[in-house]
């Protein structure tokens, strides 16, 4: 495959995954992956929030480093924030192209991944294998571990792996399907 055959690949596979992951991830199936706040409480975390974190970043509450956070993190709760200081729309313009940037990168190198195995892996149905056992492991290595070494919730870190793992592989099903030669040739 060329290169620029794998790039109109990649290109053609990031726009199937954005497509999937605005299914995902940009429509009310994405509340299966979060427990949710009145307004009210929300209103109230989001005026701590503002008052207790100073800038955009991610934090843990409390803070293990110190003795009396190690103690605090013992006793509990405790929280792992992803925290944006400043807002942003739902619909953000500058998210929706990075986004997509984002997944075409990634199609880009899982076409190269595959171009290396085109000889080697002469069928598409192999190839979707091992296009979906890929897409598991990253998936599983990305989100299954938060739970088990953070403690965090496994309803959020399940629906993103399934999530990230669809999309991976419907990436990497197209890419495997109509841009690598069908039957290779066995060296």
């Not at 993190?73 to 998210?95: C, E, F, L, Q």
Request: charge should be neutral; glycine fraction near 10%; proline fraction near 5%.
């Amino acid at each position: 495959m060329s290169l620029l055959k794998m790039m109109f690949g990649a290109l053609v596979a990031a726009v199937a995954m954005f497509v999937a992951g605005f299914l995902l991830f940009a429509t009310p199936i994405s509340g299966l992956a979060f427990a949710s706040l009145d307004d009210t409480r929300s209103a109230a975390v989001q005026a701590n929030l503002a008052q207790n974190l100073p800038a955009t970043g991610t934090y843990v509450v409390p803070d293990p480093g110190t003795q009396a956070g190690t103690i605090g993190y013992a006793k509990g709760p405790v929280a792992i924030v992803h925290y944006n200081a400043r807002g942003y729309s739902m619909a953000d313009t500058d998210a929706i192209l990075w986004g997509f940037i984002h997944e075409f990168l990634i199609c880009f190198v899982l076409g190269w991944a595959l171009m290396g195995i085109d000889r080697r892996v002469p069928d598409y149905i192999s190839r979707l294998k091992t296009v979906l056992l890929f897409a598991v492991a990253g998936s599983g290595l990305a989100f299954l571990g938060m739970p088990i070494w953070d403690h965090v919730d496994w309803r959020w870190a399940l629906y993103n792996f399934v999530g990230n793992a669809i999309m991976l592989t419907l990436a990497g099903g197209i890419l495997a399907r109509w841009f690598l030669p069908v039957k290779a040739e066995m060296p």
